[in-house]
């Protein structure tokens, strides 16, 4: 009678889980997203998953969880596989020219708002509410401009993986968070 080995008795979970009183991603909220993306990809329909609903996912926090960083990471090769296929649905339907001038405008908007001045690109909270940090936001903007104008290196990974510290009159972070989409959206259809 011949022996199973152990590894193949187990099933091996996907992501490296956290210990101790670290949080992580609640596995079955993780496996059950990644299924649906998987479904979605293979079914090759334009309008089931989208690369801003990847974006936009988020997950319970728990112990023994997912170990975050690495469900990120896979999270971000997902929308980019999502991004590429909506581009090439982009440019089939829309033609070179219509895609490449809607992603132009799109950056353009992004550019408009960024080249206002510090301390201004985005509407403030009231002090008594806490925003993102506008120190930080307006340095991110400013590479985030360099990269739109000039070309500087900027990749989707460090635009998703950018955090603000709160303060009192910060910025309103749903416009920080918006304007954000929209460059990774950028990024990602410029390949």
Do not use: N
């Amino acid at each position: 009678m011949t022996e199973t080995p152990i590894h193949d008795k187990v099933a091996a979970t996907p992501f490296p889980e956290t210990t101790g009183r670290t949080r992580g991603y609640e596995k079955r909220a993780v496996d059950a997203f990644l299924a649906r993306a998987r479904d979605a990809f293979e079914a090759d329909d334009p309008g089931g998953l989208r690369s801003s609903e990847v974006r936009a996912v988020s997950f319970p926090m728990v112990k023994g969880g997912y170990a975050v960083a690495s469900v990120d990471a896979a999270l971000g090769r997902v929308e980019d596989a999502f991004a590429a296929r909506e581009r090439e649905h982009a440019l089939s339907r829309l033609g070179a020219r219509a895609w490449v001038a809607e992603t132009r405008d799109t950056a353009q908007v992004v550019l408009d708002r960024l080249g206002r001045p510090r301390g201004e690109r985005f509407e403030r909270v009231s002090l008594l509410h806490y925003g993102y940090r506008v120190d930080e936001v307006d340095v991110v903007a400013d590479r985030i401009a360099r990269y739109l104008a000039a070309g500087d290196p900027v990749t989707p990974d460090q635009v998703r993986a950018v955090a603000f510290r709160m303060q009192r009159g910060g910025y309103r972070e749903t416009q920080v968070d918006a304007v954000l989409d929209a460059v990774v959206e950028v990024m990602l259809a410029v390949g």
